[in-house]
Each structure stands twice: as structure tokens, then as C-alpha cells.
Nanobody, 128 residues
Framework: QVQLVESGGRLVQAGVSLSVSCATS????????MGWFRQAPGKEREFVAA????????YYAESVKGRFTISRDNAKNTMYLRMNNLKPEDTATYYC?????????????????????WGRGTQVTVSS
């Protein structure tokens, strides 16, 4: 069982930057494609960003492209999401997800069902 723990979410004002992290003790981290999703109150969970096992490939939802940056440190078993110029519509619980596996190290995934493991989330609230 892979445990993922998100951290770093908090209440911030619009326009500021914030980073959230996803840590795991699992040795499979470096062989896992990773992703961030979010769920706003009353809405379905949606894709935010994805990163390949190697970290060489990334992909973003249109709503965050140019503002958010996904990265990973395989030596620390940690993934990050740097969020710049936050907007009130970014308010949500942010979840990280992992897809352990072999194959194309440059592949990333954008659909929830493609991920096997999920964290419990960290709350990001952006006030206007």
C-alpha cells in the first residue's frame, strides 16, 4: 500500500504564491507517474497537473497553465505544486495521486481512473 501525504495548503489572498507538497515513504515513488487534482465545494474533482516518472514531461489543465508548476524530487520521494497568482477560483482541496508502473518513463496521465493511489488532500483557500 502506498501512502501519500499532502501538505502546505492554507488560506491566502488572491495574487500571492503558494506551494503544496506530496510526500511518500514508498520506494516506488521514483517509478510512479504522479498527478495533482482538486475538488472545489459542490464540484467534481478535476485534473490540475501531471508529471512523468522521470520528471521530464509535464502537462497542465488550461485553467492553471502558465500559473502552476509541477515538479518532483525523486531523491526525497516528494512532489510539488507551485501555484502563482492564485485566484479565488483556485480554492479547493488539492489531492496528489500516484500511478506506479513500468514502461514509458515519459508518460503522464490526466484521468482519475489512471491513478492507483490517492492522498487525503490539503485545503487551499484563496480570498478575494
Amino acid at each position: 500500500q502506498v501512502q501519500l501525504v499532502e501538505s502546505g495548503g492554507r488560506l491566502v489572498q488572491a495574487g500571492v504564491s503558494l506551494s503544496v507538497s506530496c510526500a511518500t515513504s514508498a520506494s516506488s515513488f521514483s517509478s510512479s507517474a504522479m498527478g495533482w487534482f482538486r475538488q472545489a465545494p459542490g464540484k467534481e474533482r478535476e485534473f490540475v497537473a501531471a508529471i512523468s516518472r522521470s520528471g521530464g514531461s509535464t502537462y497542465y489543465a488550461e485553467s492553471v497553465k502558465g500559473r502552476f508548476t509541477i515538479s518532483r524530487d525523486n531523491a526525497k520521494n516528494t512532489m510539488y505544486l507551485r501555484m502563482n497568482n492564485l485566484k479565488p477560483e483556485d480554492t479547493a482541496t488539492y489531492y496528489c495521486a500516484a500511478r506506479p508502473g513500468v514502461g514509458n518513463s515519459g508518460a503522464y496521465y490526466v484521468r482519475e481512473y489512471e491513478y492507483a493511489y490517492w492522498g487525503r488532500g490539503t485545503q487551499v483557500t484563496v480570498s478575494s
